[in-house]
C-alpha cells in the first residue's frame, strides 16, 4: 500500500494581499478550501507546512475530528518571498524523514481544487505508472509572441472555437511525485509526467484583491450549480443572529444573558416528530446556549466551530447523507459556505445583506423574534410536497 502524503505550504506574509491565507473567501481562511478537499480525498495525511502559529493553533482546534490534518513548522529561511516551493518540499521531506510513498503538492490560492481532482492526478502515477502529475486547464486562448508573431496561431486562418484545440496551461492546483522522481530531481514533477484536466475557472489563481474577487464569485456560483432538492433530513441553525436578536448581556463577569423566543422552541419540536433532525452549530462557546439546547433537548449542539462547511462536510458524512439533504439557517459571513451549499437555505430578515443576497429564502422574521419559527413552518410544507402528501 503505497503512503500517499499531501503538503499545502503557507506563508504568514504575503506581498500581494495582506494575510491571504487566513483572509476569509466566502466566509472561511482561503486555506480551509483545499484542506477539506483533501481530507476527503483519497490521500492518507495532509501536512499543513506554515511559519504561522496562529494557522497551527486554529488547525488543532477546528480539525479535531480527523487524524488525517498534522501541521508542521517551517523555518523562516524557506517561508521568505525569495524562497522556492521546492525548499520547503524538500525541508519537509527532511523532517518527515522522507516518510511517504507519493508526495502531493496543494496550492492554498487554489480554492476551485476539489477531492476528485487529487484523486484523479494520485491515479496518474498509482494507475497510469506515471512518475509525476499535475493539473492544467485546456484555454482556448490566442497567444502571442514579444516579436509580435502569433504562438498557437495563423492569423489568416483564425480557427473557430469549437475547432480549436486550445493550450494546456498549468493551473497551479495540484501536483504529486514519487519519492524516488522527487529526490532525484528535487522537483515538484519530473520523469514521466501526467496530465490532468480542471475547468477553465480554475486558471485564476491569487495573487491581488481583483484575483480574489473573481475567485469568491465563482466559487459562490460553483457552489449553488452543486445544489440539489430533496427531501430536508436535517435543519442546522446558528445562534447569534438567527435563535437570538445578536445582543449579549454582559456584566463585570462576563456573559450574562440572551434572549431567545420561546416560539422557536415550540416550532422545532413539531419539525422533530415529522422526522427532521435539528443541528446546531455556533462559533461561540457560550454556555448560555448551551443550556438553551439542553432544554430544547437539541442533542446534536456543536459550540465553538469556526469552519462550519467543514465540520458540516464531515458530519454529513459519517451518516452517509449529503448537503442537498440540509436546510440552513444563517446570518452572517461565516454562515456563507453553507448557505451556497446545502439544498435549502434561508437568513433573517435582518440578516447582513450579504447574505440575503446569498440564501434561497429571506425570511419576514427577524433573528430572535420568530425567524425559525417561519423556517419550521416553511420546511414542513416543503417535505409535504416532496413526499407528496
Given at each position: 500500500?503505497?503512503?500517499?502524503?499531501?503538503?499545502?505550504?503557507?506563508?504568514?506574509?504575503?506581498?500581494?494581499?495582506?494575510?491571504?491565507?487566513?483572509?476569509?473567501?466566502?466566509?472561511?481562511?482561503?486555506?480551509?478550501?483545499?484542506?477539506?478537499e483533501?481530507?476527503?480525498?483519497?490521500?492518507d495525511?495532509?501536512?499543513v507546512?506554515?511559519?504561522?502559529?496562529?494557522?497551527?493553533?486554529?488547525i488543532?482546534?477546528?480539525?479535531?475530528?480527523?487524524?488525517?490534518?498534522?501541521?508542521?513548522?517551517?523555518?523562516?529561511?524557506?517561508?521568505?518571498?525569495?524562497?522556492?516551493?521546492?525548499?520547503?518540499?524538500?525541508?519537509?521531506?527532511?523532517?518527515?524523514?522522507?516518510?511517504f510513498?507519493?508526495?502531493?503538492?496543494?496550492?492554498?490560492?487554489?480554492?476551485?481544487?476539489?477531492?476528485?481532482?487529487?484523486?484523479?492526478?494520485?491515479?496518474?502515477?498509482?494507475?497510469?505508472?506515471?512518475?509525476?502529475?499535475?493539473?492544467?486547464?485546456?484555454?482556448?486562448?490566442?497567444?502571442?509572441?514579444?516579436?509580435?508573431?502569433?504562438?498557437?496561431?495563423?492569423?489568416?486562418?483564425?480557427?473557430?472555437?469549437?475547432d480549436?484545440?486550445?493550450?494546456?496551461?498549468?493551473?497551479?492546483?495540484?501536483?504529486?511525485?514519487?519519492?524516488?522522481?522527487?529526490?532525484?530531481?528535487?522537483?515538484?514533477?519530473?520523469?514521466?509526467?501526467?496530465?490532468v484536466?480542471?475547468?477553465?475557472?480554475?486558471?485564476?489563481?491569487?495573487?491581488?484583491?481583483?484575483?480574489?474577487?473573481?475567485?469568491e464569485?465563482?466559487?459562490g456560483?460553483?457552489?449553488?450549480?452543486?445544489?440539489?432538492?430533496?427531501?430536508?433530513?436535517?435543519?442546522?441553525?446558528?445562534?447569534?443572529g438567527?435563535?437570538?436578536d445578536?445582543?449579549?448581556?454582559?456584566?463585570?463577569?462576563?456573559?450574562?444573558?440572551?434572549?431567545?423566543?420561546?416560539?422557536?422552541?415550540?416550532?422545532?419540536?413539531?419539525?422533530?416528530?415529522?422526522?427532521?433532525?435539528?443541528?446546531?452549530?455556533?462559533?461561540?462557546?457560550?454556555?448560555?446556549?448551551?443550556?438553551?439546547?439542553?432544554?430544547?433537548?437539541?442533542?446534536?449542539?456543536?459550540?465553538?466551530?469556526?469552519?462550519?462547511?467543514?465540520?458540516l462536510?464531515?458530519?454529513?458524512?459519517?451518516?452517509?447523507?449529503?448537503?442537498?439533504?440540509?436546510?440552513?439557517?444563517?446570518?452572517?459571513?461565516?454562515?456563507?459556505?453553507?448557505?451556497?451549499?446545502?439544498?435549502w437555505?434561508?437568513?433573517?430578515?435582518d440578516a447582513?445583506?450579504?447574505?440575503?443576497?446569498?440564501?434561497?429564502?429571506?425570511?419576514?422574521?427577524?433573528?430572535?423574534?420568530?425567524?425559525?419559527?417561519?423556517?419550521?413552518?416553511?420546511?414542513?410544507?416543503?417535505?409535504?410536497?416532496?413526499?407528496?402528501?
Amino acid at each position: 500500500m503505497m503512503k500517499k502524503t499531501a503538503i499545502i505550504p503557507l506563508r504568514k506574509n504575503s506581498k500581494g494581499i495582506s494575510g491571504k491565507n487566513k483572509k476569509k473567501m466566502l466566509g472561511r481562511p482561503l486555506f480551509s478550501w483545499v484542506l477539506t478537499e483533501a481530507i476527503f480525498s483519497e490521500l492518507d495525511e495532509v501536512y499543513v507546512f506554515t511559519d504561522d502559529q496562529e494557522i497551527i493553533d486554529y488547525i488543532k482546534r477546528e480539525y479535531f475530528w480527523t487524524s488525517k490534518v498534522k501541521t508542521l513548522l517551517r523555518n523562516d529561511e524557506n517561508a521568505s518571498d525569495t524562497a522556492s516551493t521546492e525548499s520547503a518540499m524538500l525541508e519537509f521531506a527532511e523532517l518527515i524523514k522522507n516518510d511517504f510513498d507519493l508526495l502531493c503538492l496543494l496550492q492554498a490560492t487554489s480554492p476551485m481544487t476539489k477531492s476528485q481532482d487529487i484523486n484523479a492526478v494520485l491515479n496518474e502515477v498509482l494507475v497510469n505508472k506515471k512518475e509525476s502529475a499535475l493539473t492544467v486547464v485546456n484555454t482556448h486562448r490566442f497567444i502571442w509572441n514579444a516579436d509580435g508573431t502569433p504562438s498557437n496561431y495563423d492569423v489568416f486562418k483564425r480557427p473557430r472555437r469549437q475547432d480549436f484545440e486550445g493550450l494546456l496551461i498549468e493551473n497551479g492546483a495540484v501536483y504529486v511525485t514519487t519519492k524516488e522522481a522527487f529526490l532525484n530531481s528535487k522537483n515538484r514533477v519530473s520523469g514521466s509526467i501526467g496530465l490532468v484536466k480542471m475547468p477553465e475557472e480554475s486558471l485564476v489563481e491569487i495573487d491581488s484583491l481583483s484575483d480574489w474577487e473573481i475567485i469568491e464569485k465563482l466559487l459562490g456560483d460553483r457552489q449553488k450549480k452543486m445544489k440539489v432538492h430533496k427531501r430536508i433530513d436535517y435543519l442546522v441553525l446558528d445562534v447569534d443572529g438567527v435563535f437570538t436578536d445578536g445582543c449579549v448581556y454582559y456584566d463585570a463577569n462576563g456573559e450574562m444573558a440572551k434572549k431567545f423566543d420561546m416560539r422557536d422552541g415550540m416550532g422545532l419540536e413539531i419539525l422533530r416528530q415529522n422526522n427532521v433532525e435539528v443541528i446546531v452549530m455556533t462559533s461561540e462557546n457560550s454556555e448560555l446556549v448551551a443550556q438553551r439546547m439542553k432544554k430544547l433537548q437539541i442533542k446534536h449542539t456543536f459550540l465553538g466551530v469556526k469552519d462550519k462547511f467543514s465540520f458540516l462536510t464531515h458530519f454529513l458524512s459519517e451518516r452517509n447523507s449529503s448537503f442537498g439533504a440540509v436546510s440552513y439557517v444563517g446570518d452572517d459571513v461565516n454562515d456563507l459556505a453553507n448557505i451556497c451549499s446545502v439544498g435549502w437555505s434561508f437568513t433573517p430578515a435582518d440578516a447582513t445583506d450579504i447574505v440575503k443576497a446569498n440564501a434561497d429564502y429571506v425570511l419576514t422574521h427577524k433573528s430572535g423574534a420568530g425567524a425559525i419559527r417561519e423556517t419550521c413552518e416553511i420546511l414542513l410544507k416543503y417535505n409535504k410536497r416532496y413526499e407528496g402528501i
